[in-house]
Every structure is written in C-alpha cells, then in structure tokens.
C-alpha cells in the first residue's frame, strides 16, 4: 500500500523494508504502525500511529500514515510533523540565524512559536513562519540563551 501510495516520490534505486514484531508476553493484542523515509536530501521523516484493533480497517487507518509522509515528501521538509516543534526550542537558545522546512504546522509548532515569542522577546529570540505552496519555513534568529 505505501509503496503505490508513495509511487511519485521513489524511482528504481527506493528500497521499502517491511518489520513484523510480536512481543510474546503482551497481555494484550494490539497493533501499530512507524513509517520512516530516508530522502535524498539527507533527512529522516517519520510517522507512526497506534490502530485500533477492534476495527479490522487497518489499510482506511494506515492512509493518514502515508499522507503525513507524503506532504512531508511534496514539501521537502526537513522535519516530520513529531519533531518540527521540538526543534524550535533548540534554535531558539543557541545564537545565530535559522531555517527549518517544513509541510504543513501542527497546532504544537504554532503554539512553540507563539510562546517562544512571548517568553523570550526580551532575550532576542524572534520566531515567525512563512508559508509557501507546499511548504512552510519557520525562521528564527536568537541572540543565544546557553553557551555552546
């Protein structure tokens, strides 16, 4: 399913790896799902999603999996929806001038910018967020909060 799904942004040199574990002693049965893609830009992105076992859809669950790397693909993101707000609070304490790529903003993001700018104005940090057609660049320039 992925590998169609994910079709315009592989050529013959893609490898999809498929990993089936079972934990023996769960006391319960359950499933769920990481996909990660490895681009040729040297970045890891990633989704996962725990599914619901009582519903037998597992290919109707798994869709949005595929979607999340998708955007993440068409965008040329260098950060996956999990990690783009967390990377704002790295740039934000180190000085100097940055740059991330990303698709689409989650509510979290939003929120880290708009507290980063808040919280830390005063200390010369400032966060702010360009969108574009398939992607959005938060950029964010810091006077430095911790010595490197």
């Known amino acids: 399913m992925a590998e169609a799904a994910l079709k315009e942004y592989t050529d013959d040199s893609t490898a999809f790896e498929k990993e089936v574990s079972c934990d023996e002693k769960s006391l319960s049965p359950g499933l769920s799902i990481v996909l990660a893609a490895e681009t040729d830009y040297d970045c890891v992105l990633g989704a996962s999603r725990v599914m619901e076992p009582r519903t037998k859809n ?29 990377l704002l609070v790295l740039m934000a ?11 689409e903003l989650t509510t979290h993001t939003l929120t880290s910018i708009e507290l980063l700018n808040r919280m830390l104005a005063g200390l010369g940090v400032r966060v702010e967020a360009e969108e574009r057609e398939e992607a959005t660049t938060v ?10």
Do not use: F, T
């Not at 999340?68 to 783009?84: G, K, P, S, Y």
């Not at 950029?139 to 490197?148: E, N, Q, T």
């Open 58 to 86: 597992w290919k109707g669950q798994a869709k949005p999996l595929v979607g999340e790397i998708a955007a993440a693909l068409r965008a040329r993101a260098e950060a996956d929806e999990h990690l783009q707000d967390q």
């Open 93 to 103: 304490i180190i000085a100097g001038e940055y740059s991330l790529r990303c698709s």
């Open 139 to 148: 950029k964010c320039s810091s006077r430095g909060l911790a010595p490197l």
